[in-house]
T-cell receptor
Framework: GESVGLHLPTLSVQEGDNSIINCAYS??????FIWYKQESGKGPQFIID?????DKRQGQRVTVLLNKTVKHLSLQIAATQPGDSAVYFC????????FGSGTKLNVKP | NAGVMQNPRHLVRRRGQEARLRCSPM?????VYWYRQLPEEGLKFMVY????????ESGMPKERFSAEFPKEGPSILRIQQVVRGDSAAYFC?????????????FGPGTRLTVL
């Protein structure tokens, strides 16, 4: 369910390291997933999506992994850069209005 | 192709005043979504509209809040008699709505401060 009122979980990584951000979804009927990135003071932006007939999809420096068995989604960012510092949200087409609380990624120089 | 436009970007109101937030969707998009975000929290869905219709308002407070998306012009989120707890960032998103997989494109948000 929603985590209204809870502060964002935070992941701190060193510049150049890889980052892994996790997301759990609740409904097995969900078959399309999106990751959004929200930088400070801005609206969320689309990063990458994946359909349920795939278990992995790669973009530029980002990879999304989907494990339908445990209803888990992860976003991997390779060689994390300071510009990757943001809040990351996942969304699915079943609960397409629910973005969850997100994860705040802090990249340390 | 301009993205989703929101105005004003910052709005200051005193308690008891009305706040009107505007959202112009991307060209060709007929579906609009409004979200509220408190500092250090996630997006909270408020309302989903298509032209001239409210499709889902399950996230809207029962009182003081209303939304519309007229046939012509932007979508409006209206907050009457604002209170300090209404201070937040309000984001609008739009989608084409032509497929079951509809990426939402977000605007820059309106930051409402209630004094």
């Amino acid at each position: 369910g929603e985590s209204v009122g809870l502060h964002l979980p935070t992941l701190s990584v060193q510049e150049g390291d890889n980052s892994i951000i996790n997301c759990a979804y609740s409904n097995s009927a969900s078959d399309y997933f999106i990751w959004y990135k929200q930088e400070s003071g801005k609206g969320p932006q689309f990063i990458i999506d994946i359909r349920s007939n795939m278990d992995k999809r790669q973009g530029q420096r980002v990879t999304v992994l989907l494990n339908k068995t445990v209803k888990h989604l992860s976003l991997q960012i390779a060689a994390t850069q300071p510009g990757d510092s943001a809040v990351y949200f996942c969304a699915d087409n079943f609960n397409k209005f629910y973005f969850g609380s997100g994860t705040k990624l802090n990249v340390k120089p | 192709n301009a993205g989703v436009m929101q105005n004003p970007r910052h709005l200051v109101r005193r308690r008891g005043q009305e706040a009107r937030l505007r959202c112009s969707p991307m060209k060709g998009h007929s579906h609009v979504y409004w979200y509220r975000q408190l500092p250090e929290e996630g997006l909270k869905f408020m309302v989903y509209l298509q032209k001239e219709n409210i499709i889902d308002e399950s996230g809207m407070p029962k009182e003081r809040f209303s939304a519309e998306f007229p046939k012509e012009g932007p979508s409006i989120l209206r907050i009457q008699q604002v209170v300090r707890g209404d201070s937040a960032a309000y984001f609008c998103a739009s989608s084409s709505g032509t497929a079951s997989y509809n990426e939402q494109f977000f605007g820059p948000g309106t930051r409402l401060t209630v004094l």
